[in-house]
């Protein structure tokens, strides 16, 4: 690891890499290609990517405000394909419900909650202050028997359908709540 990658991963900065990127094993096809038919095909499969049987979740994230429709939905699928959750691991909640206990997971998977707007935040966490003082910080939801679950103040996504530029903003609030997933 080079000291830039342990300074970003201590500041809880995630590296990504290009999906698009060829493996070093580029070279064994290569030397196959040379070879016979068969042993091309063989190479191939063992380099084809494969589903994991037990697939492991990095945990639930939820989602809180007004449910996204029309092109606020297509960006909200989006946005849960980039971030690779399945069905199981999201779910919209509405913020003027109340959260018990029993909502919780019982395995211990760690949880995120994601707050499209400020009255969302503000409902949530109890805080009073409006959503540019609220953003880019970890929150925890007010709730009676509910102890530290981590909520990241974010813009609505009709906002961010009329201001384009506040998308690379809502990004690093996405950052966030993966750094904190992924912590817990």
Known sequence: MSSNSAFLKEMGI??????DVIPETSQLIVSAEASSPQSVNAVKDTL???????????????????????EAD????????VLGLTPEEWSWKNPAEKLNPEQLPQDGTPIVALAFGGSAA??????RDGLPELRETVLAINADGVEDLPLIA?????????????????????LLA?????NI
């Not at 037990?54 to 639930?60: A, K, L, Y």
């Not at 503000?122 to 805080?127: F, M, N, P």
């Not at 974010?154 to 996405?174: M, S, V």
């Open 14 to 19: 995630t590296e990504w890499t290009s999906r």
């Open 48 to 70: 084809a990517p494969t589903e994991p049987k037990d697939r492991v979740t990095s945990g639930i994230w939820w989602f809180y405000g007004n449910k996204p429709q029309g």
């Open 74 to 81: 297509l960006l909200f699928q989006n946005i849960i394909r």
């Open 122 to 127: 503000q409902k949530l966490s109890g805080e």
């Open 154 to 174: 974010t813009f609505e996504l009709n906002h961010l359908l009329g201001r384009p530029k506040d998308k690379a903003l809502f990004w690093q609030d996405l």
């Open 178 to 182: 993966k750094s904190v997933i992924q």
